[in-house]
């Protein structure tokens, strides 16, 4: 096996409903946003996974912060921003009811102005429980079969690409059902596979990312394909899938906020470091934004700062 020169690093940097703690600062505001986005990509990211909040730090599907956070990050670098159409729950006190989003405002998120660069999506339904977030019991997230299809066949025909969260190798078998109703073609080399592990109660174990990643290789043969997991498990799930020769791994404060030493880090770019350096272990170096674009068979994005990383001597 040729093990590949280049990989691919997203900065999940804020998620929708994480809190500082422990030191770890998350990005909150467009502008703090913007800004974590900018140390990440001087630290080796070429990918920013962003959420938007809003005034009161919660979870939003506005598209006026979404275009905010966009146009700030673009002002600063030309770091690919990919966004996800999951914007939380919402608490009605009247009814003591977690109410869902429905699909159609989901779907509105496609839609952003500036454009996003890159798409994400949750392929599988789960359970919940984050009572720091605001999931005070056990709740079920819903990603329904036509969320998804509809979510393919919009972002494919933009020209763009949708990363897939896969907690278990179940999804993978479920994302043929979404291809069997013309959404994509299984064979199509602008897929992107993200094998995750501690989400919705799944097990971080490496024989199930291993078994994860062969599926997604048997099923998907020409797609990209990538590794995360939540909490202390991050760098050793996305050190697995460096040994296996992955196109991408995630880092970031919506799934981890630790060091591969135990400690926690003040800054998302502190995350990225890390990952940098145990890339260089296995020969391989962060991909710059655009070889990250080539890879996903992106168009350039109009009005972004192009520009290269500093060196590490500057």
């Avoid at 969320?147 to 933009?158: D, E, G, N, R, S």
Wanted: glycine letters at 8%; aromatic letters at 8%.
């Amino acid at each position: 096996m040729e093990i590949k020169k280049k990989v691919i690093v997203v900065a999940a940097i804020n998620g929708g409903m994480q809190k500082d703690r422990e030191g770890a600062k998350v990005p909150i505001t467009p502008a703090e946003i913007a800004e974590d986005a900018y140390q990440v990509w001087k630290a080796g990211a070429s990918v920013v996974h962003v959420h938007a909040r809003d005034a009161e730090g919660k979870n939003s599907g506005d598209k006026k912060i979404y275009a905010e956070i966009i146009e700030r990050i673009r002002d600063k670098c030309d770091i690919l921003v990919q966004t996800t159409n999951g914007i939380g729950i919402r608490y009605d006190k009247a009814s003591g009811q977690y109410i869902w989003p429905k699909d159609d405002e989901r779907l509105g998120l496609l839609d952003l102005h500036p454009r996003q660069d890159l798409f994400g999506i949750a392929c599988a339904s789960g359970d919940f429980y984050n009572p720091e977030g605001g999931y005070m019991v056990e709740t079920p997230y819903v990603n329904s079969l036509d969320l998804v299809t509809q979510t393919m066949k919009t972002v494919l025909a933009m020209g763009s690409i949708v990363e897939w969260e896969v907690p278990h190798a179940a999804v993978l078998h479920r994302m043929l059902r979404v291809a069997a109703q013309g959404a994509f073609d299984p064979m199509s080399s602008r897929l992107w596979i993200l094998h995750g592990s501690g989400f919705g109660n799944s097990p971080p174990l490496a024989p199930h990312i291993i078994f994860s990643v062969q599926e997604g290789r048997r099923l998907y043969p020409n797609s990209l394909w990538g590794t995360t997991a939540t909490g202390k498990d991050q760098f050793w799930v996305c050190n697995l899938g460096l040994s296996m020769n992955c196109d991408s791994v995630r880092v970031g404060f919506e799934d981890n906020i630790y060091l591969p030493n135990g400690n926690a880090a003040k800054t998302n770019a502190d995350l990225v470091d890390s990952i940098v350096n145990i890339a260089a272990i296995w020969g391989r170096e962060p991909a710059t934004v655009a070889e990250a674009r080539a890879s996903f068979q992106l168009e350039a994005a109009p009005g972004a700062v192009v520009a290269d990383r500093p060196t590490a001597a500057a």
